[in-house]
């Protein structure tokens, strides 16, 4: 089992920058796959973007593309979110996920409770 918490979600403007944190306890940090999901109210949850178990391939939706930075730290058992230039169409739960896959994977395991992430035009 894997238990994952993230923070850092908030409300900032259109054109701000928030940084997510996902803290992971449990088994190996560094043996999964990390991603993070949004899901905007009224929408069907999205793969945002993924990393794999060394932080040596990524990958990005187009929405978040160019915008968003997705890293790990495997020390802190830690994976980030760097969101820049926030759009309101970002406004959503955004959640954490581990995968049993050491690859960029769709599927996934483990789940955090999710953070809110509001942009205000």
């Known amino acids: 089992q894997v238990q994952l918490v993230e923070s850092g979600g908030g409300l900032v403007q259109a054109g701000g920058s928030l940084r997510l944190s996902c803290a992971a306890s449990?088994?190996?940090?560094?043996?999964?796959?990390m991603g993070w999901f949004r899901q905007g109210p009224g929408k069907e949850r999205e793969f945002v973007t993924g990393?794999?178990?060394?932080?040596?391939?990524?990958y990005y939706a187009d929405s978040v593309k160019g915008r968003f930075t997705i890293s790990r730290d495997n020390a802190k058992n830690t994976v980030y979110l760097q969101m820049n230039s926030l759009k309101p169409e970002d406004t959503a739960v955004y959640y954490c996920a581990a995968s049993i896959s050491r690859y960029i994977s769709r599927e996934y395991n483990f789940w955090g409770q999710g953070t809110q992430v509001t942009v205000s035009s």
């Open positions: 990393i794999s178990w060394s932080g040596g391939s990524t």
């Open positions: 449990g088994r190996t940090f560094s043996n999964y796959a």
